[in-house]
């Protein structure tokens, strides 16, 4: 069966430092990958997609990043933190493009002071 | 572009109660329907679905109809416990407009109280 795992689950992180959460999906290959947060009072936000290796498309202007160095694993990033940062981080996988059915992650708190 | 509007929470009820949860959405074209569940501290989980109008999704006792004439697909649960304190989204999915992206709306907390 396939799985989705991410981490680190909580991290507190000073104003101006750098990021990187990692998630992997096991049991599928070439799944479509998605990065969203969702802070409070304001639901969901997708920040990137991939549908393979290396390609990455951005859905808003950020202070974020993402790479799929493996077929399997997204990382998301930042250089230096931002306040506004702050948010329940969220990575999700799908087969294929067009079918709306998500599988998410456990999520990753993140907390910046 | 699309969107999707829920009734704002957050939304208490005594267990056993009837649930119902408002969803009406904004789309072009002929989208697919889905409510997600998010428990306490994890990430969201696929309640139910509906690819056409007047389907029916279900699960876990949660249903909910796709209603093209009022785009809406509320969502109800007939006797609610307390393990279903949870918050719930509402999102659809348009393929015809080339987008690799669900549209949620912005959720809806529900507490169960015994």
């Known amino acids: 069966s396939q799985t989705i795992h991410q981490w680190p689950a909580t991290l507190v992180q000073p104003v101006g430092s750098p990021l990187s959460l990692e998630c992997t999906v096991e049991g599928t290959s070439n799944p479509n990958l998605y990065w969203y947060r969702q802070a409070a009072g304001r639901g969901l936000q997708l920040l990137f997609y991939s549908i393979g290796i290396g390609q990455i498309s951005s859905e808003v202007p950020q202070n974020l990043s993402a790479s799929r160095p493996q077929d399997r694993q997204f990382i998301l990033s930042s250089k230096k933190l931002l306040l506004s940062d702050s948010g329940f981080y969220l990575c999700?996988?799908?087969?294929?493009?067009?079918?709306?059915?998500?599988?998410f992650g456990e999520g990753s708190r993140l907390t910046v002071l | 572009g699309d969107s999707v509007t829920q009734m704002e929470g957050p939304v208490t009820l005594s267990e056993e109660a009837f649930l119902t949860i408002n969803c009406t959405y904004t789309a072009t074209g002929y989208p697919s329907l889905f409510w997600y569940v998010q428990y306490p501290g994890e990430g969201l989980q696929l309640l139910l679905k509906?690819?056409?109008?007047?389907d029916k999704g279900s699960n876990k006792g949660f249903e909910a109809t796709y209603r093209k004439e009022t785009t809406s697909f509320h969502l109800e649960k007939g006797s609610v416990q307390v393990s279903d304190s949870a918050v719930y989204f509402c999102?659809?999915?348009?393929?015809?407009?080339?987008?690799?992206?669900?549209?949620f709306g912005k959720g809806t907390k529900l507490s169960v109280i015994p």
């Open positions: 999102a659809l999915f348009n393929s015809g407009a080339g987008s690799y992206q669900l549209t």
């Open positions: 509906a690819t056409k109008a007047d």
């Open positions: 999700a996988w799908s087969v294929g493009a067009y079918t709306g059915e998500l599988f």
